[in-house]
């Protein structure tokens, strides 16, 4: 708050939601739900096997049921142009999750690739119709299904996240081999599903050339420009539209293969055609966290100082993407070290391309990294708090720059403090409740501080009014709410004053909402405008002599009240609706960017831009059925600036909540024999319930970045990583088992 000088104090304020009326109230319209007339509706069909050919559909019979208006196949569908691969290091990537076009081949790469599409008057009567569909198929090769068997093919992919594969800092592998203390482990992850609660969907229709499609997105720019590439369009003839989403964690930042084969359904019928996915689809047709295998080795002196790090590992993608997920970033900024030795390699399966995934990566990889410095404290003797704090640094151990802004000490010690963990007994299986091992756990949170590029307009209004427009989104997180506060305090405006427009390409461009990029790459937007406006209505006042701005400048003014105002004199100024209407204007209107020039590169440069975090759990472990119970939460986040402490606070729980997930009961169950999915239901997948859930506290420092605008880091993803690794150090606490392979069901602990 202390770096905001300005007007009322909007900004850092726990305000409700801007639009949280309208969810509550069943108001807000999500893309499903759109009133669009005589809709259709589509129904997928998915492959039944993981590799091969179709050859026979039996669509004519099928063409026959009632109400049916089309089937569309590989023989008949709209032929679309292959759309470029999502690209992380683009700075506007298409949103093509990949190269696959469906329905324009009779290829199967994937068990559940969507095949046929059912489009009928009435939805009941196309998923009958759909269920009647034969479809023959020429087996391929066995499915390519098991990340550990195909090992021996893995290879080093030349990108990572548009990064290097590899990091080699001095001779870690000496330095492991020299080290007196040490651990060297092998860690699996599983596949992991995407399950928001409103799963993905998407309207489209056509009126002559032009597309309109309002889809359930973070990241409708790089929709626009997939489905202008796929339909030979200029971009300005699709028009996407992503009102409200109900919950994105990554998937929907990619357009799947339904958003093109809605398009082209709708082509063929003629009218508007809807397709949402049923959550069976969801898991076959929507990509996940990749499986992994990773190392992480670990070498210290008695002090605890680490002198080798060592984190090595494959991930998988499909034949049809590559998006090797980056689980090796953490150990790149996370750790004093001398030697380093990171690594990824990746394999393909046939299996449906993965994506993003709430702090896709960086969750993955401190996972493990977090566990392994647990297991170290073991082998070392000493407190895991204190080992993380040994190896705290200043600068970032690979880019070797300072940190913009680094907090981690603050984050344990405050951690520490709250949850009590001086208390603790560092001997596994020393606490007990009755039948319960109680156990207590930590591990660091980090995710890296980035911002990317949007474009916003303010629009003031002759009522003193003031619309904002961007084409982000609002999928939950707070983004209209934050940004609502931070214009209002920069105009000197009640939140109530403030319009804010997102989720529309026609709305000026912004860059897909992931990477917890939003707040600080459309506030840095929204800062530069609101400077523009103050400036160019101080220019206006200056037409008139009498005005008692007419000789300030942006310095001496204060926006307050619904005007600007002289700060040495505050009661001389004038509101902006006086300021139009003498100006006989009815409104005034300027755009703002995300700096990008030569200032803003020297700054990316000159620090390392990263988000840190301590967590603290308690955990009881049944010693008959080995079930595990999360008690207690504690996590402080070093995010930078907070704009919101409510929305803030959600995201936190939101975070945790889904690491304590990943930690226990999330799993995709593949079939390795076949590429079918168990467990494609939310009955057997199982997600976080209320229920099985602690009470969780979060705290912010709320300790600007100095470097970065609005001095805030995002904080969408900071809570996840390194969530799970505490739940395991917590169980391996009461339990004095090391469960390296996730999720840690009873199964494993008995
Ligand atoms: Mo996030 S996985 O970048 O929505």
Redesign the pocket.
Known sequence: MTSNPIGNREVGRPLDRVDAHLKVTGQARYTAEMPVPHVTHGVLVRSTIARGRITHINTEEVARYPGVLAILTHENAPRMKQPDEFDPSKSEPSAAPTTLVALNTDEVFWHGQPVAVVVAETLDQAQEAAALLQISYEPGAPGRLSLHEEKPRAFVPKKVMGEKPEVKKGDAEAALAAAPYKVDCIYTTPPYNHNPIEAHNTLAYWEGDHLTVYDSS?YITGGQKMLAEMFHLPKGNVRVISAFVGG???SK?RAWPHVALTAAAAKVVGRPVKIDLPRKDMFYMVGGRTPSEQRVALGADATGQLTALIHTGITASSTKNTFPEHFSFPARHLYACPNLLIQQQLVRLDMVPNT?????GDALGMNTLEAAMDELAYVLHMDPVELRLRNDTATDPTERVPFSSRHLKECFELGAEKFGWQQRNPEPRSMRDGEWLVGWGTASAYYPANKRQSEVKLMLQADGTVVVQCGTHEMGNGTSTIMTQYVAEQLGLSVQQVRFEYGDTRLPKASGS???TTTATVGAALAEACATLKRQLLKLARKDHASPLCYATSAKVDARDGGLFLKAEPTKGESYVTLLTRLGRNSLEVSGQTPSGWYDKLTQAAYSFQSFGAHFCAVRVHQDTGEVQVTRWVGVYDCGRILNTKTANSQFLGSITMGIGMALWENTAWDQRDGRIPNASLSEYHVPAAAGLPHIEAYALDIPDPHMALGAHGA??IAMTGAAAAVANAVYHATGKRIRDLPITPDKLL
């Open positions: 973070q994105a964690f990554g930042g993003f995934m709430r702090a896709p992931y990477g917890s969408g993803e």
